[in-house]
């Protein structure tokens, strides 16, 4: 029967396996190892697009799909995979993102096959991530997305590739660290014997101060990875070095693996620690996107003023977790899925406009509009999306974060008002340093050579991959419930105990 076929791993497995085959196919023929990656992406979303469809049951608040097979039995180590509306909304990302960028990475033609075989190695790792039910296969794929990405900013990365891959390995390294601990820690610990499977560690309790101490050292790996300030400063020199294909991958996805963890671990296991740490997560989230806009205006290379704009962007993530009401953790979930939309999309599109004028200045471009119409119509409307313009995704969501925050009874007047007034700082600063971008890319003068007629607009392949990723921007601005209805019975169940009366 087909509800007996191992769906979850067959799409985490499927794409690093597929990849094995890259070393078989010819080194000239770039084209055919491109088709041939592509065609592996779509493979992979389709059966993805079929589970959620055929075998996803949205009113379900329960895991579906559980595979469960034992690996190592003296530690209880197991391969169990499962799914609720929280991983099934980012399953979807991924596959939709991993698929764009494949597109996306068409320019590349030096070693095409290893290229591309990191970039599936990554996909099974993200599956496998948001897909994971035993806590040691969580750090597993967490730990899988580091080498394919040292190496894709190693190998096909900017003039400064080396140090910024170098600053990647040590902060997300370093953070894993303490992943490590503080899962050892949950699973070793009291008398029950060890156990990894989240199930199981669900209904395990702790001592106040152990499972503070926990739910610190999984927050530091998550700050890491989300990026929350003081940890954030490797993101902007990743992105600005990485090839854009993988800043996609970056934005769209690696980032969520950060929120994802803060929900799935520490608001769900470690439910007494959190209410402590939810305020210190608001203030932080909040003093980020302000201080994040006034980096990004200050920017002059178009990369990172993107980056800087992602970091801003993922406080209203990091607001929404900590509202500790289901408004905001929808807010912050659906902020997630419209961050990695948004800002995949700005990073390729600030990509294929370095493939033309070979500059990420911006004060070495200017006047491009009329030589490049189509850039610049695609680069305006992303640009309006990722200010949360009306009608897009991104209002919605950050909507729902400061109505989760205005709803949440334990904040105290003052403390909500703060948040407000900050918050609203941030996101006025918004469309001043996007605005001011386009306008010294695509308006005034033509202050250089890169600037000229002969310039090539936008082809079939970056229209149609830009459209792909708008479509879903606009539908869930206009009808939010597209996507809020996946996992809005999983975020019930998560916020109940948030919700009662200290």
């Given at each position: ?35 041939y ?44 995979l ?9 399953i ?45 296969l ?25 140090y910024?891959a ?12 303490f992943?490590?601990?503080g ?86 296991l ?19 996107i ?6 990004s ?6 990369k ?10 993922m ?43 070979r ?101 079939p ?20 419930n ?21």
């Open positions: 029967m087909m509800s007996n076929i191992p769906w979850l791993t067959i799409i985490v497995l499927f794409p690093i396996l597929a990849s094995l085959l890259l070393p078989t196919l010819p080194s000239k023929g770039s084209k055919i190892v491109k088709w990656t592509l065609g592996i992406c779509i493979l992979e979303f389709l059966p993805i697009i079929y589970i959620f469809y055929r075998h996803f049951n949205i009113q379900d608040e329960s895991v579906q799909l559980i595979e469960n097979y034992s690996l190592v039995n003296f530690i209880n180590f197991h391969w169990s499962g799914i609720d509306g929280l991983s099934m909304g980012l979807l990302l991924t596959g939709f993102i991993t698929t764009s960028a494949t597109l996306a990475a068409w320019p590349v033609t030096r070693n095409t096959r290893l290229f591309y075989f990191l970039m599936l190695v990554m996909y099974s790792g993200q599956i496998g991530l948001f897909a994971s039910r035993d806590i040691s969580f750090f597993l794929m967490w730990e899988l997305e580091l080498i394919p990405i040292y190496l894709l900013i190693c190998m096909w990365g900017g003039k400064r590739r080396l910024s170098t600053k990647f390995i040590l902060y997300t390294a370093g953070g894993s660290i992943l490590l601990v899962a050892l820690t949950m699973s070793f610990y009291g008398t029950e014997g060890p156990s990894f499977d989240i199930r199981d560690l669900t209904s395990r309790s702790y001592p106040i101060s152990i499972e503070i101490l926990i739910y610190l050292g999984f927050l530091i790996a998550y700050a890491v990875k989300l990026p929350i300030l003081p940890f954030h400063t490797w993101l902007p020199d990743t992105h600005g070095e990485a090839h854009y294909s993988t800043c996609m991958l970056l934005a769209g996805i690696l980032l969520k693996m950060g929120g994802y963890g803060l929900i799935r671990i520490n608001m769900e470690l439910s007494h620690a959190h209410p402590t740490f939810a305020p210190w997560l608001v203030l932080f989230g909040t003093v980020q302000a201080y994040a806009s006034l980096i205006l200050s920017q002059r290379n178009l990172r003023r993107v980056a800087y704009s992602s970091i801003s962007h406080g209203f993530v990091i607001i929404g977790i900590g509202s500790l009401t289901d408004t905001g953790l929808n807010g912050a979930i659906l902020q997630m899925i419209s961050h990695g939309l948004i800002g995949a999309a700005l990073f390729f599109l600030a990509g294929t406009l370095y493939d033309r004028t500059t990420l200045s911006i004060n070495r471009l200017g006047g491009i509009a009329t030589t490049m119409p189509r850039i610049f119509t695609m680069f305006s409307v992303f640009a309006m999306a990722s200010l949360a313009l009306p009608g897009m995704s991104g209002f919605v969501s950050e909507l729902l974060v400061f109505l989760g925050i205005v709803n949440n009874q334990h904040y105290s007047l003052i403390f909500k008002v703060s948040v407000m007034v900050v918050g609203a700082l941030g996101i006025i600063l918004t469309p001043v340093y996007l605005l001011s971008m386009l306008r010294r890319i695509f308006y005034g003068y033509k202050i250089s050579n890169h600037s000229n007629p002969s310039l090539i607009d936008s082809g392949r970056e229209i149609s991959t830009s459209i792909c990723i708008l479509l879903p921007i606009l539908g869930m601005g206009l009808y939010p597209m996507v809020l209805l996946i996992w809005e019975n999983e975020i019930v169940s998560i916020t109940i105990p948030y919700s009662l009366p200290k």
